[in-house]
């Protein structure tokens, strides 16, 4: 969907009310921004060509590993300017040409930085020479996201809808580097690329069944942390991909250690943060904000201690109970030690296994 040349005045009046704002600047930058998609498609027959004549990436040019690493950079933020404007405009067809403020300062976030991408990936074609690290540090983030009190819907929207193409051109980049893989090294950098593709599928795969089965307010995080997590990690793993020397420092070695290296799914941030979404949710549905609990984080697990000193049982009970909601399980309670028994609720947010549990006195047990 594309924005009216001359929005009618109808429109106009509703978007003031509304206190939108004009998208003209916009959709300047989304027409300029999809020269991205032919330097995309160039940067693929490259691709395709190292992949026909047996030509490894590890051993690519310089200026041929910066045309397919800016190439994917531009693709992907015009892809997700282009959905966010898209999401809008189909939502509120009264006010097409006009967007909230949030929405329209992350389109522009986007939009804004692929002309950059698609000269420099024009200069890697035309420059044998060229090499893109002597410019900037790489691997680089998105953009940062809008932060703002209520994301709109359609940030949502606009996210699921771009997350095919992202995950599908990812796999035929790994596939072409997988399949000119000659070392051992080499063979540990395309499995800890394909795991961490494989982790944001999963987030993505999670945040669009939550988002299909109809809009949840104490969902909404979980939904929204989940598809930021898998287009951060296929913005990562796509630049790794198309420049695979970046690797020499041996990234993976470092997640394994910390789980901190990429900040993505299964490393502690991740967990932190999946941890903040699920007590978000379970504040919305009635837990008591200001309880006494004590959180435990590694890469794939999230435990919470909900502490009994000067806390009645009824109190705690209630609390694990809200945590137990969230999480779509019941509790149970299983002996402990000296007369006492533990309440426990165990399950999965996201993609973390959690465990929230408080210990109760022989008095305090259910009869």
Same mark, same amino acid.
């Given at each position: 969907m594309t924005q $009216? =040349? *001359?929005? $009618?005045?109808?429109? *106009?009046?509703?978007?003031?009310?509304?206190?939108?704002? @004009?998208?003209?600047?916009?959709?300047?930058?989304?027409?300029?921004?999809?020269?991205?998609y032919d330097e995309l498609m160039a940067a693929e027959l490259v691709r395709e060509d190292q992949v026909v004549d047996q030509v490894t990436p590890w051993a690519a040019t310089q200026a041929v590993s910066s045309q397919l690493l800016a190439a994917w950079n531009g693709f992907v933020l015009q892809t997700l300017g282009e959905a966010l404007l898209d999401a809008d405009y189909a939502a509120d067809k009264a006010t097409v040409g006009?967007?909230?403020e949030a929405t329209h300062g992350q389109a522009y976030a986007w939009l804004s930085e692929v002309p950059e991408w698609i000269a420099r990936a024009r200069q890697a074609r035309a420059d044998p020479g060229y090499d893109l690290t002597? @410019?900037?540090d790489l691997?680089?983030?998105? $953009?940062?996201?809008?932060?703002?009190?209520?994301? $709109?819907?359609?940030?949502?929207?606009?996210?699921?809808?771009?997350?095919?193409a992202l995950r599908a051109r990812v796999d035929a980049a790994l596939y072409a580097l997988e399949h000119t893989t000659v070392t051992e090294e080499q063979t540990q950098a395309v499995n800890w690329l394909k795991k961490l593709a494989s982790q944001a599928a999963a987030a993505a795969d999670y945040a669009g069944a939550?988002? =299909?089965?109809?809009? #949840?307010a104490n969902l909404s995080g979980t939904t929204e942390t989940n598809f930021k997590r898998a287009l951060e990690t296929w913005f990562y793993v796509g630049q790794l991909a198309a420049m695979p020397r970046l690797l020499a420092s041996r990234p993976w070695e470092t997640s394994a250690q910390t789980g901190t290296s990429t900040d993505t799914g299964g490393s502690i941030t991740g967990a932190l943060q999946t941890a903040t979404a699920m007590v978000e949710s379970a504040t919305k549905l009635g837990a008591n904000p200001?309880?006494?609990? =004590?959180i435990k984080v590694d890469k794939e697990t999230i435990e919470l201690h909900i502490h009994s000193y000067k806390v009645p049982a009824n109190d705690r009970r209630a609390l694990l109970a809200v945590y137990a +909601?969230?999480?779509?399980?019941?509790?149970?309670? =299983?002996?402990? #030690?000296?007369? +006492?028994t533990q309440l426990e609720a165990t399950g999965t947010f996201g993609t973390y296994k959690v465990k929230i549990w408080t210990l109760l006195e022989g008095k305090d047990r259910s009869k």
């Open positions: $009216p =040349s *001359k929005p $009618p005045l109808a429109a *106009k009046l509703r978007a003031a009310l509304a206190g939108e704002r @004009d998208t003209a600047t916009l959709e300047a930058l989304r027409s300029a921004g999809r020269a991205a006009f967007v909230p002597a @410019d900037i691997p680089l983030r998105l $953009p940062a996201w809008i932060v703002v009190e209520s994301l $709109p819907a359609e940030h949502v929207t606009a996210m699921m809808s771009a997350a095919p939550l988002h =299909s089965a109809g809009r #949840d200001t309880m006494d609990i =004590s +909601r969230v999480l779509n399980i019941h509790p149970l309670e =299983s002996p402990f #030690d000296r007369g +006492r």
